[in-house]
């Protein structure tokens, strides 16, 4: 679990949205990347998110 002071300050490095810890991951209130959490480091790399579907759909149109 990341700590909620650090979760407050954190911004999506594509987009610059505000995140949530979601399942193990933070994620994108914006643009809805998912970014890995690994032993309780965020891993704040465009590179390693996963988009949701619904958005990878969205941006192929």
Do not use: T, W
């Not at 949205?17 to 990347?33: A, M, Q």
């Amino acid at each position: 679990m990341v700590d909620k002071k650090l979760i407050d300050i954190l911004a999506c490095p594509a987009c610059k949205g505000d995140v949530f810890e979601d399942k193990g991951s933070i994620e994108c209130k914006e643009c809805g990347r998912q970014y890995p959490v690994v032993d309780d480091i965020p891993v704040m790399l465009v590179d390693e998110a996963k988009m949701p579907e619904n958005k990878k759909n969205e941006e192929n149109e």
